[in-house]
């Protein structure tokens, strides 16, 4: 049983244009979201996160946003940027538990 | 430089080979992990560890024995594997297991082709 679910496995957006990333969980004790960002042959790198008791986070052109009573997050990237052209995974942890579950991923093309 | 260092970066093995993957952290973390990234599938946790001590094994077979002699270094011990154990297994560290909001960092990752 998959508790964290990236239903998109690719998504391709024109420079400048905002890329939006959609994730799932549904495990309600799941209260600190992060999303990971991976290029190929390297391991994942953080790039933000947000805990339950916000329903934004914003740093530069990443914002994740949260909304628990659907039980969603998602992470726009705007402007997105050839750069940003990588696999993006979410994870969900709970406070009781450092442990991350981490979705499929989401493979980003951004076209110049 | 990561942080986090995983050696060696590919390894191909036969099925009767032992061999281990070695990762070390720079972090000054408490937590070291083990996660198996096969193509299409999440990251799966293997093995957590906090201040040496094994605090979670995820239904893992045994033919993957983690050692974790000090917080700075994780093993991965490997013996008589399947050819779907190939992937690429991931080392990550956090400043602690309990607690949320602490961010995992990741090595590069061992790929590994089981032959």
């Known amino acids: 049983d998959q508790q964290v679910k990236q239903n998109s496995p690719s998504l391709s957006v024109q420079e400048g244009r905002i890329s939006i990333l959609n994730c799932d969980y549904t495990?309600?004790?799941?209260?600190?979201f992060l999303w990971y960002k991976k290029y190929p042959a390297e391991g994942p790198t953080f790039l933000i996160s947000?805990?339950?008791?916000?329903d934004k986070n914003e740093d530069g052109r990443f914002t994740v946003f949260l909304n628990k009573s659907a039980k969603h997050l998602s992470l726009h990237i705007v402007p997105s940027q050839p750069g940003d052209s990588a696999v993006y995974f979410c994870?969900?942890?709970?406070?009781?538990?450092?442990?991350?579950?981490f979705g499929q991923g989401t493979i980003l093309t951004v076209h110049p | 430089e990561t942080g986090v260092t995983q050696t060696p970066r590919h390894l191909v093995m036969g099925m009767t080979n032992k061999k281990s993957l070695k990762c070390e952290q720079h972090?000054?973390?408490?937590?070291m992990y083990w996660y198996k990234q096969s193509a299409k599938k999440p990251l799966e946790l293997m093995f957590v560890?906090?201040?040496?001590?094994?605090?979670e094994n995820n239904s893992v077979p045994s033919r993957f024995s983690p050692e974790c002699p000090n917080s700075s270094h994780l093993f991965l011990h490997l013996h008589t594997l399947q050819p779907e154990d190939s992937a690429l297994y991931l080392c990550?560290?956090?400043?602690?297991?309990?607690?949320?909001?602490?961010?995992?960092?990741f090595g590069q990752g061992t790929r590994l082709t089981v032959v």
């Open positions: 990550a560290s956090s400043q602690d297991v309990r607690g949320g909001g602490t961010e995992a960092f």
């Open positions: 495990n309600s004790m799941f209260d600190y």
């Open positions: 947000i805990s339950s008791i916000k």
């Open positions: 994870a969900a942890g709970g406070t009781s538990y450092g442990k991350l579950t």
């Open positions: 972090l000054g973390h408490n937590a």
């Open positions: 560890y906090s201040l040496e001590e094994r605090v």
